[in-house]
């Protein structure tokens, strides 16, 4: 079983809908929770990191934590056609010693 | 944000040749440096990590003496493939964690395309 699983997509969705894209894992040690938006032949950027669970909002996006159901979530409110990327979960123990990916969910948005 | 340069951005060169990939944190001191690998259409594979002033760490089955790293200084380090071979085609990215704040985030090169012909 991966540390993290993700569903790799595609998805595709109109212009000015609310995605949601997801996360699972097995590692309940972790507790930091990174989202990354990578554009094609692109190295990831971040878009958020949360600790432990709740929520935190940052403009269009929300990442959510919910550590009993070892579940994260990056929800974008009014999507854009720039929003399309591959977005990558990513999550560390306290030590920061590594990083665990998941696979990318590839995101297109259509005009 | 903090910013991570690696250089070059992309590069071709001849089997059996060697390449060097630079990644610099411009802003910030890294306490530690991470290498992946990125295949088409699938996540980033962490290659190994590298602590200034201390030898990598490699994962399972990535060959040390291939993939030579060097981590000279808190904000410059290296990965070199040596004896460069088609099969080593591949998108390589560096991470940079922030020394200090927490060490919280980590923060990414542009990555290098590398073609071995």
């Known amino acids: 079983q991966k540390e993290v699983e993700q569903d790799p997509g595609p998805l595709s969705v109109p212009e000015g809908a609310i995605v949601s894209l997801n996360c699972t894992y097995s590692?309940?040690?972790?507790?930091?929770f990174m989202w990354y938006r990578q554009y094609s032949r692109k190295g990831p950027e971040l878009l958020m990191y949360?600790?432990?669970?709740g929520n935190k909002e940052d403009g269009r996006f929300t990442a959510q934590v919910d550590k009993s159901s070892k579940y994260i979530s990056l929800f974008i409110r009014d999507s854009q056609p720039s929003d399309s990327a591959t977005y990558l979960c990513a999550m560390s123990v306290y030590n920061f010693n590594k990083f665990y990916f998941g696979s990318g969910t590839k995101l297109n948005v259509k005009p | 944000g903090a910013v991570v340069s690696q250089h070059p951005s992309w590069v071709i060169c001849k089997s059996g040749t060697s390449v060097k990939i630079e990644c610099r944190s411009l802003d910030f001191q890294a306490t530690t440096m991470f290498w992946y690998r990125q295949f088409p259409k699938q996540s980033l594979m962490l290659m190994a990590t590298s602590n200034e002033g201390s030898k990598a760490t490699y994962e399972q089955g990535v060959e040390k003496d291939k993939f030579l790293i060097n981590h000279a200084s808190l904000t410059l380090s290296t990965l070199t493939v040596t004896s460069a071979h088609p099969e080593d085609s591949s998108f390589y990215i560096c991470s940079a964690r922030v020394r200090g704040l927490g060490n919280t985030e980590a923060f990414f090169g542009q990555g290098t395309r590398l073609t071995v012909v």
């Open positions: 949360t600790y432990s669970s």
């Open positions: 590692n309940s040690a972790f507790q930091y």
